[in-house]
Each structure stands twice: as C-alpha cells, then as structure tokens.
C-alpha cells in the first residue's frame, strides 16, 4: 500500500507538471506564431488571435494528458512483465506524440473556427479556465517532493526546444510554396529522426545513473567524443548507435514510398529521390547522435539530469536539421532536372 501510494503520487504529480508545462508552452508558441504571421503578412485579427490561443492551449493540455496516461500504463506494464521501459515509452511518445496533437488541433481548431463569428466567447472561456486551474496545478505540483524540483528547473529545455522547432516551422513555410511534395515527407524525416536520437538519449541516460552519480563523468565516456568512437565503435552506447543508423535506412524507405503511394494513388519515387533523400535521413540521424552524446554528457557533468532535459532540445534539433536537409535534397533535385511532383 506505502509503494501504490508513493506511485500514484509521481503519477499525479507528473501529470499536474506536464499540465502546467503545456499550458504555458502553448500559450508561448501561440504568441510566437501570431507575432511571425503579422511581421511576414502585415495582418493582425484579434478574434483570429484569441482562437489561436485557446486552440492551442485546448489541444496542448488536452494531447499531453492522453499521452500521460498512455505512457504511464505502458511504463507500469512495462515494469511488472520486467521489459526495459526505455525501449517501448521513449519511442512511442515520440512516435504518437505527433499524430494525437495534429488530431486534435485540427478537430479542436476547426470547431473553434466554425463558430468564431457567433460564438467567440467560447475561445474566452477556454483560456479563462486554464488561467483559473493553473495555480491548482502549481499548487499539487510545489507540494509533490517527486516533481517540485523539476518545475523549477524544466523551463529552459522546454522553452528553448519551443524555438527551435519554431525555427523548424519557418523553414517550411519558406519550403512549401516552392516545393510541391515537401509536406508529405518532412514528417517522416522529423519524426523518425526525433524516435531514434529519443530513443539513444534515454538509453544513454539510463547507462549514466546506472554507473555513477550525477556529476561525475564515468571513465568510459567524455563530454567532447571523436564521432567514430561516438558512433559505430568506442564507447557503450556506440553499438546502439551503429543499429539505429542502420534501421533508419529500412524503415525510411518503406515510409517514404507509402507516402508516396497515398498521395499519388500508386508508387511513382525513382532511384535519384530516393539516394538523395536516404543520404539527408543519414546525415540527420549522425549528426543527431553525435550531438546527443555532446548534449547528455554536457548535462551530466552540469549536475541537469538528462531524462528530463535532453529529449526537447534533440527532438526539436531533429525537427529543424531534418526540415532544412530535405530542403536542401529538394533544392539538389531541382537543380538536376528530378523534382519531385506529387501530382505528375
């Protein structure tokens, strides 16, 4: 009974942090996009603006309390059959993470939209109860042992990361009016590549606290690694490394040809989209890996636990470096006469 209760209360207390987190993210990325869409357009609608907000906000709270209580079953299952909860919660929170906050953005904000001119104050009440339950949670979460320091500590990761993909986002506003097919493969580079590098962070942070405490560099490992010794052979974590480079190139190529195939009713991608784009998906994961070792054990010597820092930034790097590669592979294939053209 002392264990469950001691469960339930990092349970509760993550859940209330996570809530607090997406909601002032949320709040944050909303800002953001309304300030970048009236300095690129010259146009500012309030009522636009406030349902932006409140759609932000609703999907954020909404996506992060589902994930929640997935991953939380998962980790719990994951423990009692005596399964390495690393290797099943890290990828699929990277995995659905996407899929459930588009979801609902996209149901969320198109109900919102529908009613904007006869019923605006709906956007009203939506972020005038967060303003009202956020102390709530600020509250459950200061008296939490197990997630106080985290909400005094976990701003900058999240906030940062929230630039960055930001960053992100403005390459593929650039990329998407001259470059017809960019939005059917940026998530799979992004998404792929934030699962792996996802999955190596918790595998190398698992390894640190397993070996010694925080603040302490191990003698197998430094902050500043040669990327062979990072990579394919040198270090523990190199093997892992060597593999999930290798599975990038299987798993990318089965999705970019679904992908294809969806969009275009029937598979159409010749061999010159295919080796430029495998070639950006590998650049991607290395350079990802490499600074996820640079990363973590940065961390570690700082005394910031990387299982709760490290993971935002590489998955927004993982978005930024894989939108602006496959930019940079549409741009190599314009430039050799192989566009590629989901409506040929």
Known sequence: MHNFKIMMSM??????????????????????????????????SIEHS?????????TATSSCLVLDVVLTTVILVAK??????????????ASIGDLVSLSLLSAIASLLYQH???????????IAFYIIVLPLWLLVVLRNRFTRHVLKSGW???????????????VLDAAVE??????????????????????????????????????????????????????????????????????????????IFVADAIHKSASTLDAAFVFTYLTANIIQ???????????????????????????PYLTALGDLSGSSLLLVAFIFLDSIGRPYDPHD
């Open 11 to 44: 349970v509760v207390g993550n859940i209330c942090l996570v809530q607090i987190q997406a909601i002032v993210a949320s709040f944050i990325v909303a800002l953001f996009a309304i300030g970048v869409n009236a300095a690129i357009n010259g146009t500012f």
């Open 50 to 58: 406030v349902m932006i907000v409140a759609a932000s906000m609703f």
């Open 80 to 93: 009692r059959y005596g399964f390495n909860p690393d290797n099943l919660a890290t990828p699929l929170a």
């Open 116 to 126: 904007l001119e006869t019923k605006l104050w709906i956007n009203y009440i939506i």
């Open 156 to 170: 900058v990761p999240v906030i940062s990361a929230l630039f960055i993909s930001g960053l992100g986002g403005l």
């Open 178 to 255: 001259d470059h017809r097919g960019f939005v059917v493969f940026q998530p799979i580079i992004n998404g792929i590549g934030g699962n792996l590098v996802s999955v190596q962070a918790s595998r190398m942070a698992t390894k640190l606290h397993q070996t010694t405490e925080l603040g302490i560099m191990p003698a197998f490992a430094r902050i500043f690694e040669w990327p062979h010794r990072a990579l394919f052979k040198g270090v523990p974590y190199a093997k892992t490394a060597r593999i999930l480079i290798a599975m990038s190139i299987p798993g990318q190529t089965v999705f």
């Open 285 to 311: 994961i290395t350079l990802l890996l490499f600074v996820a070792h640079i990363i973590i054990h940065a961390m570690w010597r700082w005394k910031i636990d990387p299982d709760n820092s490290s993971i």
